[in-house]
């Protein structure tokens, strides 16, 4: 038995107005939870015992996932007092698990979408050797991340924090947020302070002699830090694109929750998510979006790859095109915004008061 860590700990910053009343893995995708597509990933792979390191909104998660028998696994979860960096968090909870020393941990982000064969991961460690492996993902542009370059046989060679010249881009591998750490490794973590695996705990292990080992995976691979990446995550869990058992009935164009109420010539396109007691009135048109538990949208409204928070209203005939509606929002009728505009939670938008069009 594989044990791992889920670090949920993180404000989710750029994820705001959704992340104000709601931690960035509770935000839900494809109608349930983010975080119960990851759980859900790792108890397919095998993984019976998780521990979460919580700290933003920590309170949120047990009520919820208990003790996560409902999933096939059990939970355990772990408060960090101050935020304590990725390697602090995975070194805060390290009496949780029940591995030996040399036995495998599994360690995940919160915040990544991904199709990782977790069971080749765990493989590549075993017969590697390896004190730590990364799932590394090719990406067409890696200057907004960390480069891993590795040698012929996959062993990692330097860690490269975000380059910006063209001399610095030695490789398109970039680190992808799942690593399998030897348990005895954990323990030399520096235990209470904040710690940063991929600025400190890697390359020190680097620098030390211990082997690091990266295996490539090009599989879907998503980081949903971002409004617009989280929307288009969640539409492509419902549509197919990544892969989750999470997902509720069949893959297709739209995923309406039973209790939600969608009018007959609504059309909902793209992976559109309607929440639970969601109202979509007649005439509105739904692409690529996703609208939360208890949202209305009204008569002939439009709404492209946007989403709407929980309680909020969209006004008749107004029109949304990427952007972010905070819970318990109201956007009256007949306006219109685009391009990343966010309105935050709770904020009344009087009807024909906006109009934000790219021509203008």
């Given amino acids: 038995m594989t044990e791992a860590i889920l670090l949920v700990g993180g404000k989710g910053t750029r994820l705001r107005p959704l992340t104000v009343n709601t931690p960035k893995p509770m935000?839900?995708?494809?109608?349930?939870?983010?975080?119960?597509?990851?759980?859900?990933?790792?108890?397919?792979?095998?993984?019976?015992?998780?521990?979460?390191?919580?700290?933003?909104?920590?309170?949120?998660f047990e009520p919820y996932?208990?003790?996560?028998?409902?999933?096939?696994?059990?939970?355990?979860?772990?408060?960090?007092?101050?935020?304590?960096?990725?390697?602090?968090?995975?070194?805060?909870?390290?009496?949780?698990?029940?591995s030996?020393?040399?036995?495998?941990?599994?360690?995940?982000?919160?915040?990544?979408?991904?199709?990782?064969?977790i069971e080749a991961l765990v493989?590549?460690?075993?017969?590697?050797?390896?004190?730590?492996?990364?799932?590394?993902?090719?990406?067409?542009?890696?200057?907004?991340?960390?480069l891993v370059p590795t040698d012929a046989d996959g062993r990692v060679r330097a860690f490269l924090e975000k380059p910006q010249t063209p001399e610095e881009i030695v490789t398109d591998q970039i680190n992808a947020g799942a690593y399998v750490f030897r348990r005895s490794v954990i323990d030399t973590i520096p235990a209470g302070r904040p710690v940063s695996v991929e600025r400190e705990t890697f390359p020190d292990l680097l620098s030390s002699g211990a082997h690091l080992q990266g295996m490539v995976d090009s599989t879907y691979w998503?980081?949903?830090?971002?409004?617009?990446?989280?929307?288009?995550?969640?539409?492509?869990?419902?549509?197919?694109?990544?892969?989750?058992?999470?997902?509720?009935?069949?893959?297709?164009?739209?995923?309406?929750?039973?209790?939600a109420r969608v009018a007959p010539d609504a059309k909902l396109t793209g992976g559109t998510v309607i929440g639970a007691n969601a109202v979509i009135a007649e005439g509105a048109r739904i692409d690529g979006s996703a609208v939360l538990d208890g949202a209305i949208v009204e008569e002939g409204a439009v709404v492209t790859a946007s989403l709407i928070g929980a309680g909020a209203r969209i006004g008749a005939r107004t029109v949304l095109s990427d952007v972010v509606i905070g819970d318990g929002a109201v956007v009256g009728p007949d306006n219109e915004l685009r391009d990343g505009a966010r309105v935050w939670c709770g904020a009344v938008i009087p009807a024909s008061s906006v109009r934000f069009s790219s021509d203008q």
């Fill in 123 to 146: 493989a590549t460690h075993r017969s590697s050797g390896a004190d730590v492996s990364l799932h590394l993902t090719r990406v067409e542009d890696p200057r907004a991340f960390g």
């Fill in 27 to 60: 935000v839900p995708a494809a109608g349930v939870p983010f975080l119960t597509h990851q759980l859900a990933r790792a108890r397919a792979a095998g993984v019976e015992h998780i521990v979460l390191a919580t700290s933003y909104l920590a309170e949120v």
């Fill in 222 to 259: 998503l980081d949903l830090g971002t409004p617009q990446a989280f929307v288009r995550g969640s539409a492509d869990l419902v549509m197919g694109r990544a892969p989750s058992p999470a997902v509720q009935g069949s893959c297709g164009d739209c995923l309406v929750l039973p209790t």
């Fill in 100 to 117: 030996g020393p040399d036995d495998p941990v599994l360690i995940f982000n919160g915040d990544i979408l991904t199709g990782l064969d």
């Fill in 65 to 98: 996932f208990g003790d996560g028998s409902a999933l096939g696994l059990h939970l355990e979860y772990v408060t960090e007092e101050e935020p304590l960096g990725t390697g602090g968090a995975i070194r805060n909870v390290a009496s949780r698990l029940r």
